[in-house]
Nanobody, 126 residues
């Protein structure tokens, strides 16, 4: 297993931007497909974005397409989520997740991910 630690959350006004980071422990980072999920109070966890092992292929939920960008730096064991044009409905706890080594790329179900970070709160005020 790997350990994941997110950072970068905070309070931002609608229309603003934030960049989330997720640092992953271990030597096998480049073998894990990665994703970001979010969970708002009273709602189920939902898929936000995913990235392939190399970072060359990305996937997005329709609600964030064109506003969010997922990327990874395998030299730094880090995956990022750049969020722009934020809306109040983007308010949630954002968590990064890793598949097992050579797991499914672009998976949108939490069940496809084995390891999770503790989450970071993003609050967008109107």
């Amino acid at each position: 297993q790997v350990q994941l630690v997110e950072s970068g959350g905070g309070l931002v006004q609608a229309g603003g931007s934030l960049r989330l980071s997720c640092v992953v422990s271990g030597r096998t980072f480049s073998a894990h497909a990665m994703a970001w999920f979010r969970q708002a109070p009273g709602k189920e966890r939902e898929f936000v974005a995913a990235v392939s092992w190399s970072g060359g292929t990305t996937y997005y939920a329709g609600s964030v397409q064109g506003r969010f960008t997922i990327s990874r730096d395998n030299a730094k064991n880090t995956v990022y989520l750049q969020m722009s044009s934020l809306k109040p409905e983007d308010t949630a706890v954002y968590s990064c997740a890793a598949t097992p080594p050579y797991g499914r790329i672009g998976a949108r179900s939490p069940a496809d991910y084995r390891d999770w970070g503790q989450g970071t709160q993003v609050t967008v005020s109107s």
